[in-house]
């Protein structure tokens, strides 16, 4: 087949979203012509979609070796939609699928991007099977920079693309709620429906379909897919440190930090957190290797525990070097105070570490961050929305997947008592922000960490931290009917009960919606 005749349909569209830009403007073309044939020139970077799906052995490790995969080929990932768990289409007698879609950029022409995706396919095991059966990895082009392609080989868009929930999904999170560059526009007006995009997810059900039997959002932890909208996660404060705010010393022996462990876990914990370096305010800074001494003997105790069996362990480190010795001794999540900003390396290891990771918002350091020119805000829940973004941003470009991130507005953290209120009353806003940018990031868990911080002191006059417990627990209420999903407290047994009062408001008023 002649080049000719793979391309002779392949035109860009010039149609945007009337009510978002007049135009769209095209760029120049990446085609050659002449008069006997016609070549793809990929001289010109394109952005494009992917979808990813797997349903064959670790479904997991599929879509990682599949990124790996296709950044080796050209392929420059900028975002990743939320991971789905979904039921077969079509087929319905096999496993369940993971679903999801990355954005990025690449020089490949179409049909040569084409045959790349196919060679990663088949070099993961894919072979010639019955259609919409199982396969260790389905990669398929959904959009390809502002061109519509109709060959024998490839249709873009895709063309089932607008009625299929699990791929319109995790494509919508690859946007921002604003249209605010041509390449979305174009990419809105590619829709059958007028609204575009949008309308199209909305006509197929929309959010409401998240959740449900058919398909669910999740985040991987280890082997297994949490879906944390079951009902709010509670995370247990272990500070194996002598100079913490609240309880500072109390917990620095083995002996004493497991017992604390196994009380928390017995009173509802779902993760423990495990800090051995304080982030307060003036903290002294040790290093990596002093962290570590303190770490990992109450790590390895506590993951010993049969009762720690089904519970999750998070290390809570700015520090590359900890971060990777504790997952590697066992550590499920990596919780970063800085969001990758006090260690160059952050965001790279935890991205060959594939471990969920918490990027909280936070200016300077531990020892700069209540400076003046740190507590600066025109608006300070959207400037936390927007740098939280930024933050997002940079992990997904390091490797670290959106279906990965946690992230966490920094209660207390280059915040004054006023911009601490205003983040408790104001986290639908900071969800609403983010969504504006990056709406996969908007839907990653929200974990909010009030627990016994100065400003709920100041309010209440109470000096001593541990006196912080009932206005910890009103906080924490606020919070989770606003929308978090992971609370970091010092007080388990008050704040558990807290989160299921909260949670069976919410199921009641989804009854009712």
């Known amino acids: ?219 991987p932890v280890g082997k297994s897919l949490w879906d944390w909208s079951v009902k709010t996660t509670v995370m247990g404060i272990l500070n194996v440190t002598p100079d913490s705010f609240s309880d500072g010393g109390k917990y620095q022996s083995v002996e004493d930090a497991v017992s604390q462990a196994r009380v928390m876990i017995s009173q509802g914990a779902d993760i423990i957190d495990i800090g051995a370096q304080s982030t307060r305010p003036t903290a002294s800074k040790i290093s990596p290797e002093e962290e570590l001494e303190r770490l990992i003997p109450v790590l390895e105790a506590i993951l010993k525990l049969p009762e720690a069996d089904g519970k999750f362990l998070s290390v809570d480190t700015f520090y590359s070097q900890v971060a990777s010795e504790a997952v590697s001794k066992g550590a499920h999540f990596v919780n970063d105070v800085s969001g990758g900003q006090l260690d160059s390396k952050m965001l790279d290891v935890v991205a060959e570490l594939k471990v969920p990771y918490v990027a909280m918002h936070m200016r300077g350091n531990p020892s700069t961050m209540q400076n003046r020119e740190n507590l600066e805000y025109d608006d300070v829940c959207k400037d936390v929305a927007s740098e939280l973004c930024m933050r997002a941003r940079d992990a997904e470009l390091s490797g670290i997947p959106a279906w990965k991130i946690i992230v966490d507005p920094g209660f207390g953290f280059s915040k004054n008592t006023e911009h601490n209120l205003d983040i408790l009353i104001g986290l639908p806003t900071i969800r609403k922000e983010i969504a504006r940018k990056n709406l996969a990031v908007s839907h990653a868990p929200l974990l909010i960490g009030p627990s016994r911080k100065r400003f709920l002191g100041d309010i209440c006059s109470h000096s001593a931290a541990s006196d912080r417990d009932p206005a910890t627990v009103a906080s924490v209420t606020t919070g989770v009917l606003g929308g978090a999903n992971i609370v970091r407290v010092h007080n388990v047994r008050d704040n558990v009960d807290a989160v299921r009062l909260c949670d069976a408001m919410l199921e009641r008023r989804t009854s009712f919606a």
């Open 1 to 219: 087949m002649s080049g000719l005749s793979i391309l002779r349909r392949l035109t860009p569209t010039t149609r945007c979203l009337i009510d978002v830009l007049n135009s769209c403007k095209a760029p120049a073309s990446f085609f050659h012509s002449s008069p006997d044939s016609t070549v793809e020139v990929h001289s010109q970077e394109q952005e494009v979609v992917i979808a990813l799906g797997s349903n064959v052995g670790d479904r997991l490790n599929n879509f990682d070796e599949a990124l790996k995969l296709m950044r080796r080929s050209g392929i420059d990932i900028t975002r990743h939609g939320c991971l789905y768990e979904t039921e077969p289409a079509y087929v319905t007698d096999q496993p369940r699928f993971l679903n999801s879609a990355i954005r990025g950029v690449t020089k490949l022409g179409p049909h040569e991007l084409l045959g790349v995706l196919k060679k990663i396919e088949k070099d993961m095991g894919r072979t010639d099977g019955i259609r919409y059966g199982p396969r260790p990895i389905d990669l398929d082009i959904l959009l390809y920079g502002i061109y519509r392609i109709s060959s024998d080989r490839l249709i873009v868009p895709h063309e089932r693309i607008w009625e299929r929930p699990f791929v319109l999904a995790p494509l919508v999170d690859l946007l921002g709620s604003d249209v605010n560059s041509d390449i979305v526009a174009h990419w809105h007006s590619l829709s059958i429906h007028p609204g575009g995009i949008f309308e199209s997810w909305e006509k197929l059900g929309g959010q409401s379909l998240i959740g449900k039997d058919g398909m669910k959002r999740v985040l």
